[in-house]
């Protein structure tokens, strides 16, 4: 248990400073989230249609800039190597590196969401559905970041890769969250939305270390 | 407690190359031996084939009765060229951090920071210390948390002659108390040890 602590005290500091950390990922959430309306019209009514989906989009791309080095750096100075010789599973390993990537980048996203959606004009009782999507949205953006991560260890430009691979399979929780926040926006259920994005990040903390574990071996042999 | 390593008929391949076949080693609790061979002769790989992280192309890796997963998880260290510390983190941290990992606590840390002269400079970090003193914190791993088999990748290279020696006792005191080691070596070790020479 200790040895899983230190772990997760270690990879939230790495994510912390990785690439300029969750500060470099809450800017740009907030210049994606300005040059929106520059793009769309700044035609209030229009935007308070798109605001909480374009919010949505926005914290999807963020989560993605710090996730290329999630096991790249660790891949590259051996510590991986080190990370694999230990009685902790490889699986758990894996876990705890997206966990402390959540933690260091989605929350403060979580936070940063929904002022970026009522700034674009969202209505402010959207707010805490917001925060609560981006925050399990998150989870499920780290965990199956994570995998496209461990799959384009070793590659040149791994970064680009990991976006290639892992875009696709931010399509679910992006329409599940958008789903949910729209169906509250419209004054329609909402719940159900919200708990598909919970089982999607579910299902991803459940399957992604599996997979990030596996092309971690792969990409060591 | 890991006391034997038996290596037999092994050949290891590393990109598409036949690196050497039909090596040979048997250790026993207390001996090391001396890998040599030119650059590139297979030295790093043979030691992370027994650290488990290549594949085999033929042979065995056995280490007595002990299960391989357990023996690789809880009873060997491996220190490399590639040591795994972060430069922008503390060596307290990387210490510590390490020392956890690998099954040891903060006291034992602390023995080990002693131990290699690291105290004064556990609150730097990494990237502010020279090749011996980062060699050091990479090696107190192996006295912070107490593992048999010792897999060492020229070890000596970048400590001057007074450390040397100093690490030479240690692992002189490691193969006293039961351990084994095997390094990757270019130049003689300061201890006994059985030499294999390792070419195709």
Redesign the interface.
Known sequence: M??AL??L??ET??AW?RGGGPLVSVGFYAGVATLLPLAIGPEPARLVAVAPGAAWVALALAALLSLDRLFE??Y?????????????PLEITCAIKCLGQWIATAAPLALAAPIAAIALGAEPRLAPLIFACALVGGLAFSFVGGIGAALSLGARRGGLLTAVIVLPLFVPPVIFGGGALDAMAGGLPWASGFLLLSAYAAGAMALGPIAMAAACRNA?? | MIADLEIGNLALRRGGRLLFQGLELRLKAGEAAALTGRNGAGKTSLLRAIAGLVGLEAGTIGFGDLDPVLARSDHIHLVGHQDGQKPARTVREELDFWTLWTGGTSASAEMAARAFELTPLLDLEVRRLSAGQRRRLALARLLAAPRGLWLLDEPLSPLDADWRARFGAMMAQHLAGGGMIVAAVHDPLPIPAKALEISA
């Open positions: 200790s040895r230190a772990l005290r270690r500091a790495l400073g750096r660790d590259e100075d051996g510590a991986l190597d080190l990370l694999v010789m230990s009685p902790t060591l042999s």
